[in-house]
DNA sequence: ATAACTGCAAATGATTTGCGATCGG
DNA sequence: CCGATCGCAAATCATTTGCAGTTAT
């Protein structure tokens, strides 16, 4: 009994938008862009298709921290940066993969299955902006003095 | 201008509770223990001692995916495994750091700061409930035929 | 035909905030 | 004393869900 997925004219706009992007937006800042195509399109929608299309992998539902969930068109494995100050997100390509051996690691008895390696940065828009004046040693949050 | 913190009462017994546990408990986790013995304290009283506490680095806001942020009473940088299952956040041991160096990385522009490597698995508790069946390549999601 | 999908509005879950009372330094 | 902090309730923000009407196959 699998079901099948339609598609519909809202999915197939929202990940043409998706995969021009070469951003990785949050739902509602997609459903935004969206918009200007399908002016009647609910955020809903776009919830739910983001959800069903990263469900069958053709896109991805990025596993970075931060409050609001984003995704990339691009559905192969990959890394990104995010910016500590506006939370955007982008590619981070390594020259070369670290070699992570699951077996060494030590996790108090958790099966390992892969993990996840992001970056904590400044976008360019953000070092021009300037709005900011240290980090703490790994934070995720911005001092300003005052 | 810098203001001060004060020790109040409720503070003190958060930043314990904290500091005892192994695991590392989401902000109404921590409430729930807290409360045993504090009855009166507030969800509010907790989340805003946790912000302050993380803010001086006493503790550390984690880092990792999932919708509710954890906390560590361990200011260490150090890394984590998140069970994919139930969202649980324990310590993870490598045995020799991956090194990254931050020039090599092609990041559309970003400053990098640092980075943050994310370990996903399955915790002891969720491997003997076996309440799953496979997991697509790199997800969060837990398929259940049916 | 009919199950998947839609828009809308209301519901949920996590976290934050305004406020008047309280307390620590 | 007095500004940091508290408890409480209401507000906010991101995301999800129920439902009745619509559409892709």
Redesign the pocket.
């Known amino acids: 009994?699998k079901?099948?997925?339609?598609?519909?004219?809202?999915?197939e706009i929202?990940l043409e938008e998706l995969k021009r992007l070469k951003t990785h937006p949050?739902?509602?800042e997609l459903y935004e862009i969206v918009k200007k195509r399908?002016p009647?399109?609910?955020?809903?929608?776009?919830?739910?298709?983001?959800?069903?299309l990263a469900e069958l992998g053709i896109i991805q539902r990025i596993e970075v921290s931060g409050?609001?969930?984003?995704f990339d068109g691009n559905p192969e494995a990959h890394h990104h940066v995010r910016c500590l100050v506006c939370g955007r997100v982008a590619d981070a390509e390594l020259s070369q993969e670290p070699q992570v051996n699951f077996d060494s690691v030590k996790a108090n008895g958790f099966k390992i299955i892969g993990f996840n390696l992001e970056f904590e940065g400044i976008c360019p828009e953000c070092v021009s902006k300037g709005k900011f004046k240290f980090f703490n040693n790994k934070a995720d949050t911005i001092f300003n003095e005052t």
Do not use: C, G, P
């Not at 079901?3 to 999915?11: E, N, V």
């Open positions: 009994m079901k099948m997925m339609r598609m519909t004219h809202q999915r929202i949050t739902a509602d399908l009647r399109i609910s955020l809903a929608t776009v919830y739910r298709n983001l959800d069903v409050r609001q969930k984003r």
